[in-house]
């Protein structure tokens, strides 16, 4: 039995070694801090391959990551040398000047990284990206069936849905979103802001101008779909509407495509709910031709203030870490992976149709960051019938513009 | 003592209060009075997996230059205090001027952010405080008259809201007045409302707020005033009850006098408390009905792109604020001293 193990630790061991040779470093530290969901901890294990004698490497995972990674790559060295991001952080990193730019080592090391996966800002690469996200329709199959209705394809054609379900008693409030007052609730105006055909700002400019048709269309069609949602929605965030789908309570919403493998397994729900979970794509609004939904990559970064050993670890073990061996039979399902050899699951269908019917990516502005704080903190009082839209919309450019000036990027 | 002796006893303490209480709120006033540089933007194009786009982005090199130059930023001065984030000076005239009436007036003001958070956290200070003494009281007196064996398990249970992290707590709580919750459908019954929802709702989510505020503190005040009674002059009560002073009455004439010095120790430490609520506010997610001055503060630091001289701002209002509210208590506290 002791043999056993120990024949096994050894081979163990001299795997880990040769995986080791295999990434071509020797010496240099390596700390990730991202964000808590399975497909970054298949990149962190992979990652990890490379720790050996002289390399070691840690990692800090937490939802908490947009809180903690400004202050933790911006000390001299910083605590961590990798950041893992989306295209809504990587601004706020680059505003403080804290990611090195990584072209002397792409051309060193990363020739083999496809060309689509660098994230260039001013002709310098700031990211490696590794997969895709976005929002799009999750609904159950048998519930559409039962009141013979096609997966929507507009938010007006889901309203339509939704009253029917209503109305034949299956459900009391079928439509789900994560509506949650702050970040979330910003980020269902964007989608559906996008969607009605909206700009956020004065072209080149940092004033906002989202006091227009497009934002009342925007916040009516936000307002029509809570009246069919939980009235707790303002409370809601993406795992609470898990929740609610997994209790068979929702039939209906813009969810996603990370979130929705979840919904689609055993754990945690009744076999009539995770076997007629289905996704689809990404649903327009207002007669508009863009999907109200916007597109998200994540990608890992390296710190600018650290040595040029670490730098290189910390690249080598990235690059590694999201390399295209880590597909296995497991991990395919978990992303929408941006690696060769990738084999789209059903459960990623929605993120392919939202990239096929050319939805947009999240705007990477530099001001972008604090109109969504403007929007999470206002867009609550007209959901609740406190105030109309207008007036919704002015206090959100009020707010915006009293932080933007603060910030110095208005006057 | 002497001067000399009472000087090297307390040099410690006041060296340490100096650098981690009075230099961190010099320095936080100091930001607030600056704001960030004019951020340098440029046009620049932007690659990633889905496609090239023309952008704007803030120009490193410019932006450092005239960050080395002047590291706080640039001057100025009280504008942050009198923006529409904070005292709102302009649009308070205007909604004063475009009001007909009073209540239009208030509603017009607390839609502005500072006064929204100002107004709940005013009310969840007035309304928690002397609920948390009388609660308190009654709960010692109580656990007093218990009988001794009980007393022990009676002190443990009575205590055990205050053991709880307020975050804990809080999320217990508020999963059971989820509509499917214990509470929360116990009170759809009771009600007769099936669409009752103390979440959706603003003053229920007020009450429930304040009712988790006296949940947690009561102890507190429960366990001081519990100390102060075994310090109760038996012969006073004795020679009460023998001049044939009823329960009510010993409690009213004896014990309520006896206390209330501690009642002034009480009322000071959770009108501190109570004025920067915020942890119930993050777990009950109710910041779409409730703001607080504290949670402001939390927002400025919480979103990507980082408002510091505005929390800066709010923390400086938030501490002359407590100074106010304590200054009548304080008043007191240094009357009955300099009586003495």
């Known amino acids: 039995m002791l043999l056993k193990k120990l024949i096994l630790a050894t081979s163990l061991a001299m795997s880990a070694n040769a995986v080791y040779a295999g990434c071509g470093i020797e010496s240099g530290r390596v700390n990730i801090v991202g964000n808590e969901f399975p497909a970054i901890h298949t990149v962190v294990k992979a990652a990890e391959a490379c720790a050996g004698d002289g390399v070691t490497i840690t990692a800090n995972l937490t939802a908490d990551h947009q809180k903690i990674n400004l202050a933790g790559l911006q000390g001299n060295p910083a605590e961590y040398t990798s950041a893992i991001i989306a295209n809504s952080s990587i601004v706020a990193l680059i505003n403080a000047d804290v990611l090195r730019p990584l072209d002397d080592l792409i051309e060193k090391y990363g020739q083999d990284i496809p060309k689509s996966n660098l994230i260039t800002i001013d002709g310098k690469v700031m990211a490696v990206a590794f997969m895709a996200n976005a929002q799009h329709l999750t609904y159950r199959k048998d519930v559409l069936e039962q009141i013979g209705v096609e997966p929507p394809k507009t938010y007006e054609a889901l309203l339509e849905a939704a009253k029917l379900i209503r109305e034949k008693g299956i459900m009391e409030n079928p439509v789900g979103g994560a509506y949650q007052s702050g970040w979330n609730l910003a980020t269902e105006f964007v989608n559906m802001y996008i969607g009605a055909g909206g700009d956020f700002f004065k072209p080149g400019t940092a004033e906002v101008a989202i006091n227009n048709a497009q934002g009342v269309a925007a916040l009516e069609m936000m307002k029509a779909l809570t009246e069919y949602m939980n009235p707790d929605f303002l409370t809601h965030d993406s795992n609470a509407t898990g929740a609610e789908v997994e209790a068979g309570n929702v039939a209906l919403m813009n969810m996603w495509g990370s979130r929705v493998g979840v919904l689609m397994d055993e754990d945690g729900a009744e076999e009539v709910v995770y076997s007629n979970v289905a996704v689809a794509g990404p649903m327009t609004v207002a007669g508009g031709t863009v999907p109200a939904t916007t597109l998200w990559w994540d990608g890992w970064t390296v710190a600018k203030n650290i040595s040029d050993e670490d730098a290189e670890a910390t690249f080598v073990s990235m690059m590694t870490g999201t390399s295209p061996d880590i597909l296995n039979d497991e991990t395919m399902a978990q992303a929408v992976w941006m690696l060769e050899g990738y084999e789209p699951a059903p459960v990623n269908k929605g993120v392919f149709a939202a990239i096929q019917a050319s939805a947009k990516p999240y705007p990477m502005l530099p001001y972008m960051g604090l109109l969504q704080t403007a929007l999470g903190d206002n867009l609550s009082d007209y959901l609740q019938d406190k105030e109309s839209a207008e007036a919704a919309l002015s206090d959100i450019e009020a707010t915006y513009t009293t932080a933007a000036k603060e910030k110095g990027f208005l006057n | ?340």
């Open chain 2, 1 to 340: 003592m002497k001067h000399k002796t009472f000087f090297w006893f307390v040099l410690p303490s006041s060296l340490a209060m100096l650098l981690f209480i009075f230099v961190p709120i010099i320095s936080v006033a100091v930001q607030s009075v600056y704001v960030d540089h004019a951020q340098v933007i440029k046009q620049v194009e932007n690659c990633g997996p889905f496609g090239c786009t023309t952008t704007t982005a803030v120009d490193q090199e410019a932006t450092q230059a005239i960050q080395k130059a002047s590291p706080l930023g640039r001057f100025a001065g009280l504008t942050t205090y009198l923006d529409r984030s904070h005292l709102a000076v302009k649009e308070v005239g205007a909604a004063w001027r475009s009001s007909a009436g009073l209540g239009e007036f208030y509603d017009k003001l607390v839609n502005l952010p500072f006064y929204k958070a100002m107004s709940f956290t005013l009310a969840y200070t007035f309304i928690v405080t002397p609920l948390v003494i009388i609660v308190g009281f009654i709960i010692a007196v109580a656990v007093n008259s218990a009988t001794k064996k009980l007393r022990g398990p009676l002190i443990f249970f009575s205590l055990l809201p205050m053991m709880v992290t307020p975050l804990v707590g809080s999320l217990i709580i508020f999963w059971m007045v989820d509509a499917r919750g214990v509470v929360g459908a116990a009170l759809q019954y009771i009600a007769g409302d099936p669409n009752l929802s103390v979440k959706a709702s603003t003053p229920l989510t007020w009450v429930m707020l304040m009712v988790y505020g006296v949940w947690h503190s009561a102890p507190f005040a429960f366990i001081v005033y519990y100390a102060g009674l075994q310090t109760v002059n038996n012969d006073t009560l004795e020679s009460a009850m023998i001049d044939g002073a009823s329960r009510w009455e010993q409690i009213r004439y004896v014990i309520i006098p006896h206390l209330l010095p501690l009642t002034t120790f009480i009322a000071l430490m959770q009108l501190m408390d109570n004025f920067r609520v915020f942890e119930p506010i993050v777990s009950f997610s109710a910041s779409a009905h409730a703001t607080s001055l504290s949670w402001a503060i939390y927002n400025d630091l919480g979103g990507e792109t980082r408002q510091l001289s505005s929390a800066a701002a709010t923390s400086v209002l938030t501490i002359l604020g407590i100074a106010i509210l304590l200054m009548p208590v304080l008043v007191r506290t240094w009357r009955d001293f300099t009586r003495k």
